[in-house]
Nanobody
């Protein structure tokens, strides 16, 4: 069983920063993809960024240049550094671990951005 625990959400002012963390525990295959997704009220869940075990990254257009995803493989932890936050970044951010053939999700952490 794999569990993902997120932390670091909260309230930030527009233009500010937040850092999200997600630690995975359990039986985790060494080669995997970890990522962050978000869902705002009334909207579908969307990709924010992903990172492979080997450091390959993918960013949503909205995140590129402002957000940085990174990971510590020894700790099975993925981070999302969010800078220059905008009100439209407000959402529940969820961590995902993809290790074929399964994928696992965290419970989500709320990010609120005040204008």
């Amino acid at each position: 069983q794999v569990q993902l625990v997120e932390s670091g959400g909260g309230l930030a002012q527009a233009g500010g920063s937040l850092r999200l963390s997600c630690q995975a525990s359990g039986s985790i295959f060494s080669a995997n993809v970890m990522g962050w997704y978000r869902q705002a009220p009334g909207k579908e869940r969307e990709l924010v960024a992903t990172i492979t075990t080997f450091g390959g990254t993918i960013y949503a257009t909205s995140a590129r240049g402002r957000f940085t995803i990174s990971r510590d493989n020894a700790k099975n932890t993925v981070y999302l550094q969010m800078n220059s936050l905008k009100p439209e970044d407000a959402a529940v951010y969820s961590c995902q671990l993809e290790t074929a053939p399964n994928d696992y999700w965290g419970q989500g952490t709320q990010v609120t951005v005040s204008s």
